[in-house]
């Protein structure tokens, strides 16, 4: 059956550094990948989305890569901050716009 | 642009009683969704509708949930009759993609209804 896997503790990190998140999926061939973020009591906001042709995609301080080989995408933010403190979702999709969601990485960002 | 609302926000029911949830959609957005978030996980796909046809319902419980969505806008999600475990956040989002236009693709999330099942 097909699986994702997020980090499966929560992340926590210095300001300043750089976290990065991990979404391993299996059995699963997905046409792109997005990332969200969610803030407790609030709905998922789109972050990024790279599809299975892309090897990275930047934006901001957010970058993305996806290796459809190592069935793995991996989710940067630079100089973090407090404020980029939340639950980051990835999400598998296929052509169709069908979305699979991991339960997510709680990053705490400490000042 | 208005975002996706939903109403209520929160909603407490006795099991075996019924409940609905109400969506409006981003307007012109061609695809709308409805997911079930447990406490502590991702959001969990009950069903896809696209315009005003159902592209993916596999995961809902049809003995207990019904769906539709009106003249391809509206969207309303009921559950009849309720379960302790179906205690959870109810979110709607809708996208302005169609199949094969991925660029588009990305979806917005109204805030939710959280349910309660005693």
């Known amino acids: 059956s097909q699986k994702i896997e997020q980090n499966s503790e929560a992340l926590n990190i210095q300001e300043g550094k750089t976290a990065t998140l991990t979404c391993n999926y299996t059995?699963?061939?997905?046409?792109?990948l997005q990332w969200y973020r969610q803030d407790p009591g609030r709905g998922p906001v789109f972050l990024l989305l790279?599809?299975?042709?892309?090897k990275e995609k930047r934006k901001e301080r957010l970058k993305v890569t996806f290796d459809t080989t190592l069935k793995q995408s991996l989710f940067h933010i630079t100089a973090s901050q407090p404020a980029d403190s939340a639950t980051y979702l990835c999400?598998?999709?296929?052509?169709?716009?069908?979305?699979?969601f991991g339960d997510g990485t709680t990053l705490t960002v400490k000042p | 642009e208005a975002g996706v609302a939903q109403s209520p926000r929160y909603k407490i029911i006795e099991k075996r009683q019924s409940v609905a949830f109400w969506c409006n959609p981003i307007?012109?957005?061609?695809?709308l969704y409805w997911y079930q978030q447990i406490l502590g996980q991702g959001p969990k796909l009950l069903i896809q509708?696209?315009?005003?046809?159902?592209?993916?319902d596999s995961q809902l419980p049809k003995d207990r949930f019904s769906a539709e969505r009106l003249k391809g806008v509206d969207s309303t999600l009921k559950i009849q009759p309720a379960k302790l475990e179906d205690s959870a956040v109810y979110l709607c989002?809708?996208?302005?993609?169609?199949?094969?236009?991925?660029?588009?693709?990305?979806?917005?999330f109204g805030p939710g209804t959280r349910l309660t099942v005693l």
């Open positions: 989002a809708s996208s302005p993609g169609t199949s094969g236009r991925l660029y588009r693709n990305e979806q917005f």
């Open positions: 059995n699963y061939s997905p046409a792109y």
């Open positions: 790279i599809r299975e042709n892309e």
């Open positions: 999400a598998l999709n296929t052509n169709a716009g069908k979305s699979t």
């Open positions: 307007s012109g957005h061609a695809t």
């Open positions: 509708f696209q315009n005003n046809g159902v592209v993916d």
